[in-house]
């Protein structure tokens, strides 16, 4: 299965900068469904309300799923890379 990889920077509550990949198939095209599941992980981390848009999140590249996500992304269907302040 291919996966779109979504870079990701929001602003936390403390004005630190959060990245994150936001993961989903290739076929998924709905940007704003992709925007939903950033601010699903937001609220999951502290940060609901926080802005997530356009120019916080955009589509950067086309890759192989790993295996190890593959039933994440099947039940949930995306997951999340956590890259920096993440915690």
Known sequence: MKVAV??????KKNGEIMHFDIIAPAEMKDAD???EYGREYLKAKGEEGQKLTSK????CHIEAL???N???I???GYYIVEMENCN
């Open 74 to 76: 099947l039940q949930n």
């Open 66 to 68: 790993k295996p190890e």
């Open 6 to 11: 979504w870079d990701t920077y929001v602003t």
């Open 33 to 35: 469904k992709i925007y």
């Open 56 to 59: 916080e999140c955009s589509f």
């Open 70 to 72: 593959e039933a994440e």
